[in-house]
């Protein structure tokens, strides 16, 4: 064998190759290793520990920062939750809801027929009260003394033969007897009357449709559907505004990463970036016979 040719010619760039493939390992490796701080006679070994054991907390302030301002935006949540392919099933889900008698979509946002049952008798009653507690705020008795005689008055200062016969006094004393039999029958009977009246409407009402409500008060689908998204997407808005005002998402990242070992950063580094630093590494390598090869050359 020609040793002079091999040590011309062939150790350079061998030499090279060998020398730039180890010097990117080791840098690749100081990445991560040595994990702790080592020291030789009370002084500190240069380069150690690793970058990422080393500037770890910095790393997690950065990454904190990095996630909460550029990858976890209220922009970039806001967005897509209001793609179409989210929007749109959720809008046409309410649509189909507001189709549904008032009675059918009442048990669905009471989570049951008997509590929209429960609730219906409940408004029932309490629509009655205030109806009955609106009449005898009116005092309709009293009404009917001082209009109805006043109108029975009226009434028979045209006839001279019935002003003969029925005095003022009779007319007052007549009032006030119908006033009082009005109480009475407003105590009595008014409540029940009143409520069946309610009953009656409230379940007539809801046989049918809000959709069908909404177009009688002149708002057709349209309107609904257009009042739906504008109102879906603002609340979208303000729910991620206010999440995000409760959530230091910089502050959990940095926590996160803090918390983590090195070994686990490495681990999760390497499952990502792997091919590319075994690519750097060969590099080196491949420079180093370059290097090599152009040392012969000159």
Known sequence: MNWEFVGDYLMPPLVGAVIGFFTNYIAVKMIFVPREEKKIFGFTVPFTPGAIPKGKKRLAKSAGKIVADELFTKEDISNRMLTEEIEKPLIDKLMAILAEDIRDTGAILVAGPKKYIKIEKSFTELLTAKIIEAIKEMDIPELMRDEGGRMTKEALSTSKLLSLFVSNKIVDNMMITVSDKMIEFIDTRGTNMVEEVCRTKIQDLGKRTPIHVLEEAGYDEKFVRNKLIEAYRESVVNA????????????????????????DIEKGVLSVMKNELDMIVNLGGLIGLIIGCINIII
């Open 240 to 263: 991620v505004n206010s999440a995000l005002r409760r959530i230091d998402v910089a502050r959990i990242v940095e926590d996160k990463i803090n918390s983590m070992s090195v070994e």
